[in-house]
Structure formats: C-alpha cells, structure tokens
C-alpha cells in the first residue's frame, strides 16, 4: 500500500494506493480543514485500474452534493484533479476510464434533481469526459486517459485549499 499526503499551511488531503484484484485508489481530506468543515470528513473519491481490462473505473465522489453544504465548493475538482495526476503518471493515455453517474442523494423535487443532473454533468463533462446514455437509468462517463486534463485553477476551496496540488508536492508517509 502507498499512503501520500498534502500538508500545507494546516490542511491535509491524503491519498490510499492499494492492491488487490484491481489497484484501488482512495483520495480523501482530512486534518484542520476537517475541524473547521467537518462535512469534509464525508468528501472522497474512490476509483480502481481494473487490472484484467486494462481500464479505470471510477467508483464513486461521495460527500459533495446537492445538501452537503459543499456542493459546487471545488472539493471535487481537487480530488480529481488529483487523482488525474496519478493515472496520467502510471497509465497510457489509451487507457479508457468510465463510471456511471449516481442520483444517489439527490432531492426528489423534479427541477432540483435536474439541476442536480446538470451541475453533475458539468462537472464530469469540465475534464472532457463524454456524457452517454447508460444499460440502466444512469448515465454513463467515457473518456480515454489522454483526453481528461486536470483543471488548473488559483480557486480556493473556502479561502483555505487549492483546487489543484501538484502530486509531487505530496509526500510518502507510513499508513496510520
């Protein structure tokens, strides 16, 4: 397992590397700006390069949405900017990446849950993804690695977080 972290001006984001049947990534936040946010425990991105594929599967970005009081902050730009940088460095950039897109969460009321189908659809389709009807209800994120770029942005998340962190920054520490 590989255990990185950002800690820079007293916040931290930490990144899992893992393997098992797939190479499981895990991107989270956690030290100070979770004491002064503690809704940024929930905020994370999980994805997989499935190793029989080859191809990345992104799992899930959980903890951001519509009620979180988080939602359209930049938490989920910096995970996945983040993580892009990851896969970029380790994968070709043939690689396909794809995921499905969850209404898990979102409000019942008609026009929020399409709005909310919209900002999510924004947010995906911002790193290039290609937004698709899916076999189910959902729909469904394509994209080749070489096609998805990070943002690049001097945005903050609350004044207090970039929204982009060169992963060279992020060093290796013991897993807690």
Known sequence: ME?????????SL????SQSTNI?????????????????RRVHLL?????????IYME???????????????????LFNTLLQFFHRDY????????????????????LAKMCAEHREGFWSS???RIEDGTRAQRVIRASLGALKPKLTEKTIQGLFPRFIDIGELTHEPHP
């Open 3 to 11: 255990f990185l972290r950002y800690n820079k001006n007293g916040c």
């Open 14 to 17: 930490s990144v899992e590397i």
């Open 24 to 40: 499981n990534y895990n991107v989270i936040f956690c030290g100070p700006l979770t004491t002064i946010n503690p809704q940024m």
């Open 47 to 55: 994805a997989a390069f499935e190793l029989g594929a080859p191809r």
């Open 60 to 78: 899930d970005l959980r903890g951001n949405g519509h009620s979180s009081g988080l939602h359209a902050q930049g938490t989920g730009t910096l």
């Open 92 to 111: 070709s950039p043939n690689t396909p990446v794809y995921g499905e897109l969850s209404t898990i969460g979102d409000p019942k009321e008609p026009s």
């Open 127 to 129: 790193f290039n993804f």
